[in-house]
């Protein structure tokens, strides 16, 4: 019986020391998700000045705060394939400009991803209008090829079978090739944030 005692004391005090140590993580956890909650308050346009909130943070929680402010700003930075996500992207990138403060190389970037968020909007458009040019040219060669020029009409490609899997499978390239130069930057950006004191 001795015996058991003992090993349940060795289980006892090896739980004792894992708890010891994990109020460190949660005390992390917690910091963050405060950053988040003050990232996501001026995301929904409350009047917050992140530059303003983070110096009134305790020295020692600046670091793990900024990092959940980053998060959630940086988690708004998507492709624009709305006018909401448009806005939203904009005031998530000037919100990491104000965390950065003076950093040269975070503003930019920061400008690179505003670039890659307006590029994005016309690329997609050319894109669209290139595509409905082929296939209205293709439908108007094959109609004068039956003896048909003229008769038609006004022609609507994306009413063509073929429209909307060609538009898919060039909107997942380009959807594909935007999300990569944003995400790059985006690793980038919290990497200079985590660095930067």
């Known amino acids: 019986m001795a015996e058991i005692k003992s090993t349940m004391d060795m289980v006892l005090e090896r739980a004792a020391r894992m708890a010891a140590t ?93 670039q890659i968020l307006k590029q994005y909007g016309q690329h997609k458009e050319q894109m669209t209008q290139q595509l409905d040019d082929a296939i209205r040219a293709q439908l108007e060669q094959q109609s004068a090829g039956r003896g048909q020029a003229g008769k038609m009409g006004k022609i609507n490609p994306a009413m063509h079978p073929q429209y909307r899997e060609e538009l898919g499978r060039m909107m997942t390239g380009l959807n594909n090739q935007y999300n990569d130069a944003l995400d790059q930057r985006k690793d980038m950006i919290l990497q200079h944030l985590s660095t930067a004191r």
Request: aromatic share 2%.
């Open 22 to 114: 994990a109020p460190a993580e949660t005390d992390s956890e917690d910091l963050i998700k405060k950053g988040m909650r003050l990232a996501a308050d001026y995301m929904n346009r409350k009047d917050i000045d992140l530059a303003k909130e983070l110096a009134g943070q305790p020295v020692g929680e600046q670091a793990e705060v900024k990092k959940g402010m980053a998060q959630t700003l940086l988690r708004n930075v998507v492709l624009p394939r709305s006018e909401e996500l448009q806005v939203a992207g904009e005031l998530a990138v000037q919100g990491i400009i104000g965390l950065a403060g003076k950093n040269r190389d975070i503003a930019t970037i920061c400008r690179e991803l505003e």
